[in-house]
């Protein structure tokens, strides 16, 4: 298998060269050459307008999977109680099934849970896929993946969401892996392409300095996660749903691990992507005090506190309070940053947010872009005027 190049009919326009992923078509004497890295990708062939590439690699054909039907949520709950992200990825859920004219299903496991049935329809889902069993009660890897996999192969599903919680992290590649299908973890933005209807998922890649956009055209379920926070949960009130029982057979053998002690974390979790008001504060804060400033203009509007990893690194908030990329995704209603010029890795974390205001020395801070409102000023001036304002205003 090969590709070669017709040189007469080479005009020399180096798009083949440009198209090329892996550096394998040089030019020389204005003739486009094939290097020995070539992997036969075809890309080339494809951009080549005067048709001087050549190949004898059969394009790879997209198999037809009319018959792969509807988007599913993985319906995280942990001792009987739904996690936020499970409701958020119903809300997108919804939004992908509009557009591929498809339903919406939860796929919920665990013992003594079908009473969580009613929430996840009122919150978008058309259908419940309940799996109940003992063995099913406490998160396990094998237990869950085996019991999704057999949902899977009975009911043939398009996309398949997951939240990136520990559990998700956990179970979404075991999943992909057992039937077979990629997985793009940690998604900020999930679409469809119009033109050939698939899902495109977006996360940040190579240390998050760009935004990569992922399509799966060769296999089904399109699998994803996206991190707490990042997408929106809409209810659907009214909404009617079906809930489709799965019966379970789980052996101890097949699951090879046993619960012993479930042991809680001591440290208080600090669960941003609920707050309606973040003040957050970057290098420009300066020192543990001026966070304390900021903790009483967020404790006077209601909000939380937080921070970039700059802030985090330099020990002026703990890192459960670290917002972006390596942190928390949050979507308040109102995002303050103060002192943050906006590096990419951060904005990953906030950028959803409902309105944000910037206020930073600097007028070119990418924070800027990103900005509702922005404030060209020191900091240290502006948060105690606002702090004066709101107190003046609430008569303290
Ligand atoms: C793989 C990877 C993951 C990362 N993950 C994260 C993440 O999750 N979260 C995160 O935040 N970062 C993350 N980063 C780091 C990120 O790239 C930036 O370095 C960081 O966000 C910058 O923090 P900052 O805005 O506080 O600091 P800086 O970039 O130094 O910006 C400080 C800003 O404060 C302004 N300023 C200074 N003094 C004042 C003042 N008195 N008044 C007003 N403005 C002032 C300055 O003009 C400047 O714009 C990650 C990096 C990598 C490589």
């Not at 180096?14 to 070539?38: F, S």
């Not at 997108?92 to 013992?111: C, D, F, I």
């Not at 919680?165 to 179970?171: A, E, M, V």
Request: proline share 4%; glycine share 10%; hydrophobic share 40%.
């Amino acid at each position: 298998m090969s590709v070669w190049i017709e040189v007469d009919l080479c005009n020399g326009c180096k798009r083949c060269a440009k198209a090329c992923p892996y550096g394998a078509v040089e030019m020389k004497n204005g003739k486009a050459r094939i290097l020995e890295r070539c992997t036969s990708c075809g890309a080339c062939v494809e951009a080549c307008k005067e048709k001087a590439i050549q190949t004898d690699v059969e394009p790879k054909a997209i198999p037809d999977f009319s018959d792969r039907k509807g988007v599913w949520v993985f319906a995280e709950q942990r001792e009987g109680k739904l996690i936020p992200v499970s409701l958020e990825l119903l809300g997108k859920a919804q939004e992908l099934a509009g557009l591929l004219n498809q339903s919406v299903s939860a796929l919920l496991l665990g013992s003594k849970v079908a009473k969580l049935s009613d929430v996840l329809i009122n919150y978008g889902a058309d259908n419940v896929y309940v799996a109940e069993h003992a063995n099913l009660k406490d998160y396990r890897t094998n237990a869950y993946t085996k019991v999704i996999r057999e949902l899977i192969n009975e009911y043939n599903p398009n996309i398949l969401l997951m939240g990136a919680t520990h559990i998700g992290r956990d179970l979404a590649p075991r999943v992909s892996r057992r039937v077979g299908v990629g997985l793009t973890a940690d998604c900020t933005e999930l679409t469809i392409d119009p033109d050939e209807v698939i899902l495109l998922q977006t996360r940040p890649a190579f240390g998050g300095n760009v935004m990569a956009t992922i399509a799966n055209r060769f296999s089904r379920p399109q699998m994803a996660t996206v991190r707490p926070g990042v997408m929106e949960a809409l209810k659907k009130t009214g909404n009617r749903g079906k809930v489709i029982k799965h019966k379970v057979s789980l052996t101890q053998k097949e699951i090879g691990t046993k619960v012993l002690e479930i042991v809680k974390e001591k440290k208080k979790h600090i669960d941003l992507s609920q707050a309606k008001v973040i003040v957050a504060g970057g290098r420009g804060v300066g020192d543990a005090g001026g966070f304390k400033v900021l903790k009483k203009l967020a404790a006077l509007m209601g909000g939380e506190v937080a921070g970039t990893r700059v802030a985090v690194e330099e020990g002026w908030i703990p890192v459960e309070h670290q917002i972006g990329q390596t942190g928390q995704s949050v979507r308040p209603e109102l995002y303050i940053a103060c002192g943050i010029s906006g590096a990419i890795q951060h904005r990953a974390g906030m950028m959803n947010s409902r309105y944000i205001i910037a206020i930073n020395r600097d007028p070119r801070a990418p924070i800027f872009q990103v900005a509702d409102w922005g404030i060209v000023a020191d900091l240290h001036d502006v948060v105690p005027e606002m702090i004066g304002q709101l107190k003046k205003d609430q008569g303290k």
